[in-house]
């Protein structure tokens, strides 16, 4: 099939190192972790510092329960995008898995400082501030996310 032809292209151009960042998302998509694994490792050693290395290597250690790892990897990619909201919310997520909701809570304000209409980003706001006491904030959050139509999934109420 087609994976097996791209397969032939690249094997013609060993060098060519973006072929493991197509590589990267369809494994990590698939579930196909450790093939995941080995083509963002393989994408890191051609292309150090590329921040869609860390944004992958980043899902792929939260997918594979090593949620402080994953943070590292997102926030590093983060700073490479300093405007992107979806770059720092996806740190927050991380960071809220690591257990750490005040510093989930100072990524999520960058990312809504950036899209304040996001509704995950405010539902997860909401659980941060939940978590750290702070009740009256977290109920305008939740009224922010319906505004704004957060999906309710295992981590966003």
Do not use: C, I, K, Q
């Amino acid at each position: 099939g087609a994976r097996e032809r791209y397969r032939r292209a690249v094997a013609l151009d060993p060098v060519y190192g973006d072929r493991y960042n197509h590589l990267g998302p369809l494994f990590l998509s698939r579930r196909r972790l450790p093939e995941a694994r080995r083509a963002y490792e393989a994408m890191a050693a051609l292309d150090p510092g590329n921040p869609d290395v860390d944004y992958g290597l980043g899902w792929l250690a939260l997918e594979e329960g090593r949620p402080a790892e994953a943070a590292r990897f997102l926030a590093a990619h983060a700073r490479a995008r300093p405007t992107s909201a979806a770059a720092h919310r996806e740190h927050a997520f991380a960071l809220w898995r690591t257990g750490r909701p005040e510093d989930a809570l100072e990524a999520l304000d960058r990312s809504l400082a950036l899209d304040p209409t996001h509704g995950e980003a405010h539902a997860l706001r909401a659980r941060a501030l939940d978590a750290l006491g702070r009740a009256g904030p977290a109920e305008d959050a939740r009224r922010r996310a319906r505004l704004y139509g957060a999906r309710p999934s295992r981590d966003v109420p």
